[in-house]
């Protein structure tokens, strides 16, 4: 059970530095520590913490008015995790705005010892990001995955990371529970994909492959990118690809859209929903 709660009376004590003006100071790339914010994202924070995943809270902050709302979920901690509260005009010098939700985390994610690419099981479906710079798309991509039931996430290096405050809220947390790498060319992942029996669909709205045909397979991939330019034509040139049908005269769907309906497609052929 997490130890009882330190009041905070100075936005200005060293024990929540972490916390302070996080809009302008996002934790985001900084030895795998973040800022969770919301109960939801508080309630994931702490299954992955207690079931030994990817993730650990390392401290929490709160609202006064809060703390006894999220009294279960901190109830799952153990006591060498610390609790803060503070009154809701200290909190708002904290963060730097005007903090409604009142929930707040320091998280941290765990080296794993081996790639995920290496540790995901004979029968599979996982989701790759190119350039997926915006983070609302980014938190969307991961609730999509969780949704449907995807094994995995891989974004390459120029896509943001989805640690970033805003993506893992948008994510309802889903961040915290999908398996994820970050790192690399896009180009170099689908081809350690390819060579681990993986068939790689591409998305594209001019793909070859009505989304709705694909055939199942034990192993397979959705690539993704960002909008406006998509995917670059090597990749599209390479491996194979699909698109949603839709409206004459409409260029193309939102990224977080697309990938919700090519994932709920591939894993339904698949049997996975």
Not at 38 to 63: P, Q, S, W, Y
Not at 139 to 162: H, I, Y
Not at 219 to 230: C, I, K, N, Q
Not at 237 to 259: H, K
Request: proline share 4%; with cysteine; hydrophobic share 45%.
């Amino acid at each position: 059970m997490a130890a009882a709660p330190i009041v905070i009376d100075d936005a200005d004590d060293p024990r929540i530095a972490e916390f302070r003006d996080i809009k302008e100071r996002d934790l985001t790339g900084r030895q795998g520590r973040f800022i969770a914010e919301g109960t939801v994202v508080l309630r994931m924070l702490a299954v992955a913490h207690v079931n030994d995943g990817d993730f650990v809270a390392e401290k929490i902050l709160l609202l006064r008015n809060r703390a006894d709302g999220v009294s279960e979920i901190l109830a799952q901690l153990p006591d060498d995790v610390p609790v803060f509260i503070a009154e809701a005009e200290v909190l708002d010098r904290i963060v730097g705005f005007h903090m409604h939700r009142g929930v707040l985390a320091l998280g941290r994610r765990r080296v794993s010892a081996t790639s995920l690419i290496d540790r995901l099981p004979e029968t599979a479906l996982v989701l790759v990001g190119a350039g997926i710079s915006n983070h609302d798309n980014a938190g969307s991509m991961f609730r999509n995955a969780a949704a449907f039931r995807a094994d995995g996430v891989f974004l390459d290096e120029t896509s943001c990371d989805p640690l970033y405050r805003k993506a893992l809220r948008v994510s309802v947390g889903s961040v915290l529970s999908v398996p994820y790498e970050r790192g690399g060319t896009a180009e170099a992942l689908l081809a350690q994909l390819a060579a681990r029996d993986f068939a790689i669909w591409t998305l594209s709205p001019r793909g070859e492959t009505d989304i709705r045909s694909i055939p199942p397979s034990g192993r397979m991939a959705l690539v993704v990118g960002t909008e406006g330019e998509g995917l670059p034509q090597e990749i599209l040139s390479r491996f194979r690809s699909a698109r949603i049908p839709q409206s004459e005269g409409l260029d193309s769907l939102n990224v977080a859209t697309a990938t919700g309906i090519a994932l709920f497609a591939m894993s339904s052929a698949a049997g996975r929903i």
